[in-house]
């Protein structure tokens, strides 16, 4: 069982920054952070594999926000530049296989293990 710890969620105004830290107890073969806003599905914002370096992202954040990690402390981020209202939301971490099988890196089902979920408030 793998556990993931996320931290740096908050608010703020439109066109700042946040950062978001998800923090896993073990390795897994890919890291990504899904969002769901009220009322609305949950929809994956981006991913990466871990230790190879290939990311993936939705359209929606595209040039706005960077997923990393830091594989010696287990830890992914999420860099979140020129933040929108649209942005607003609760943010999972999630890791398992992520696509690394050739499944979708954006379907919920590809990863086994979900963290509690941070909220980020984007206000105009």
């Known amino acids: 069982q793998v556990q993931l710890v996320e931290s740096g969620g908050g608010s703020a105004q439109a066109g700042e920054s946040l950062r978001l830290s998800c923090r896993a107890s073990a390795y897994t073969y890919s890291v990504a952070w899904f969002r769901q806003a009220p009322g609305k599905e949950r929809e994956g914002v981006a991913s990466?594999?871990?230790?190879?370096?290939?990311?993936d992202y939705a359209d929606s954040v595209s040039g706005r926000f960077t997923i990393s990690e830091d594989t010696a402390k287990k830890t992914a981020y999420l860099q979140m530049d020129s933040l929108k209202t649209e942005d607003t939301a609760m943010y999972f971490c999630a890791a398992g296989r992520g696509g690394f099988f050739g499944g979708s890196w954006s379907s919920s089902s590809e990863y086994e293990y979900w963290g509690q979920g941070t909220q980020v408030t984007v206000s105009s």
């Open positions: 990466i594999l871990t230790g190879g370096g290939r990311t």
